[in-house]
C-alpha cells in the first residue's frame, strides 16, 4: 500500500476552500493522476441543497476537464463545526460520489479516507461499492 500522508495533506488544504454555509460540514479532496498530478476539490453548497456539489466531484470534475482520465487515489477528509464526526473519524463518500468513480476508475481504485491527527484508512472502489447497477470501469 502506499504512503498517502501528502494526499491526505492535500485535502485538508483543499477543504480549507469549502464553501459550506448551511451545513457547516466542510469537505476536501485531493486525486491523484497515474501521472502524478493532483486535482483539489471542495463542496461548494446552495441554498436549496440539491444544487450542492460534493468535494470528490469537483476533483473529478477539474480532471476530466483538464483532459485527464487515469486515476490512482483520492483523498477525502471531512469535518463540520456541529456534526457528528469527531476527531479521528472518517468522511466516506457518498453514493453518488461513489457512482462517479465507477465511471472514471477502475475496481482498485484507492479511496484514502483521512482524519485528524494524520491517520487514514485505505479502501479500493470495489469495497465501497460491492453492488453496482453499471460494471465498474475496466
Not at 476536501?28 to 444544487?51: H, V
Not at 482498485?108 to 483521512?114: A, H, P, S
Request: overall charge negative; glycine content about 8%; hydrophobic content about 40%.
Amino acid at each position: 500500500m502506499a504512503d498517502y500522508s501528502m494526499l491526505v495533506q492535500k485535502a485538508y488544504e483543499a477543504q480549507k476552500r469549502s464553501y459550506c454555509p448551511y451545513s457547516h460540514w466542510a469537505v476536501g479532496a485531493a486525486l491523484l493522476t497515474k501521472e502524478g498530478r493532483i486535482y483539489l476539490g471542495c463542496n461548494i453548497e446552495n441554498n436549496t441543497f440539491t444544487p450542492t456539489v460534493c468535494a470528490e466531484r469537483v476533483a473529478f470534475f477539474k480532471a476530466v476537464f483538464e483532459g485527464e482520465r487515469d486515476f490512482v487515489a483520492i483523498a477525502i477528509v471531512g469535518n463540520g463545526a456541529d456534526s457528528p464526526i469527531q476527531d479521528g473519524d472518517i468522511c466516506p463518500p457518498c453514493g453518488v460520489c461513489r457512482q462517479v468513480m465507477t465511471e472514471f476508475c477502475s475496481p482498485d481504485f484507492e479511496i484514502v479516507l483521512g482524519s485528524h491527527g494524520g491517520k487514514y484508512e485505505v479502501h479500493t472502489l470495489k469495497e465501497l461499492m460491492p453492488v453496482v447497477s453499471l460494471p465498474l470501469k475496466q
